[in-house]
């Protein structure tokens, strides 16, 4: 089982930063992609940001420039760092973890979920 805890999030007026960072733990085996994605009131879960295990990153259109992502593969944690927000980027933030695992194959986990709210 692997745990997903994430923090970071708040209420920011537009224009504002916030950090949000998820750590795993748990029985972790080999990481192959940690990352974010976001869910608005009656809206789909969406990809925000992505980093694989080599590195390679991918943004959503809507934050490139805005948002970046990050990691520290000793911890296990992934960062999202938001800048010049807006309100349409208020929504539950959740942490995905993507790993294989020896003799069971691809497993998947989500965080609770944070939440953003963004002020006009």
């Known amino acids: 089982q692997v745990q997903l805890v994430e923090s970071g999030g708040g209420l920011v007026q537009a224009g504002g930063s916030l950090r949000l960072s998820c750590a795993a733990s748990g029985t972790i085996f080999n990481i192959n992609l940690m990352g974010w994605y976001r869910q608005a009131p009656g809206k789909q879960r969406e990809l925000v940001a992505v980093?694989?295990?080599?590195?390679?990153?991918n943004y959503a259109d809507s934050v490139k420039g805005r948002f970046t992502i990050s990691r520290d593969s000793a911890k296990n944690t992934v960062y999202l760092q938001m800048n010049s927000l807006k309100p349409e980027d208020t929504a539950v933030y959740y942490c995905?973890?993507?790993?294989?695992?020896?003799?069971?194959?691809?497993?998947?986990?989500w965080g609770q979920g944070t939440q953003v709210i963004v002020s006009s």
């Open positions: 995905k973890e993507e790993e294989w695992v020896p003799g069971n194959g691809a497993r998947i986990s």
């Open positions: 980093i694989t295990r080599g590195g390679n990153t």
